[in-house]
């Protein structure tokens, strides 16, 4: 499934969300702040959606720094690619054929559906329902 990418500032205007009224973060936590912040229950909810959040960023929208809390959807919708780095699925795949190939390996993309089959014959195996 193709994921359609925006900003930040394009999520909060799709979703009514007032970044005034994000939780304070401090300037730079600590890695098992954050960690915690994603693993522990309660789990924050997504700024934009409510889900359960997986994605953590803090910015400051201008009166200090702000958790902005995002469920995988739009944590990934709004991840920023590193400079240089493929951003379409045939740019990521041509990239890792390449490392693949310097390896001597091979490549073979499986469907969604296909990595299903496979991870239910896995858990299976493990006696797993």
Same mark, same amino acid.
């Given at each position: 499934m193709a994921r359609e990418r925006m900003t930040l500032a394009e999520l909060f205007r799709r979703h009514g969300v007032d970044p005034d009224? $994000?939780?304070?973060a401090p300037p730079s936590p600590p890695d098992s702040e954050v960690r915690k912040r994603i693993t522990q229950p309660p789990l924050q909810p997504c700024a934009a959606c409510g889900e359960d959040s997986?994605?953590?960023l803090i910015r400051d929208f201008g009166d200090g720094?702000?958790?902005?809390? $995002?469920?995988?959807e739009h944590g990934w919708?709004?991840?920023e690619p590193a400079p240089g780095m493929p951003t379409t699925l045939e740019?990521? $795949?041509?990239?890792?054929?390449?490392v693949a190939a310097? $390896?001597?390996l091979e490549l073979h993309p499986i469907s969604p559906e296909e990595f299903q089959e496979m991870a239910h014959r896995a858990r299976k195996r493990r006696g797993q329902p």
């Open positions: 009224a $994000l939780p304070h997986s994605h953590i720094p702000r958790w902005v809390d $995002l469920c995988g919708a709004t991840a740019g990521i $795949l041509a990239d890792a054929r390449e310097e $390896l001597g």
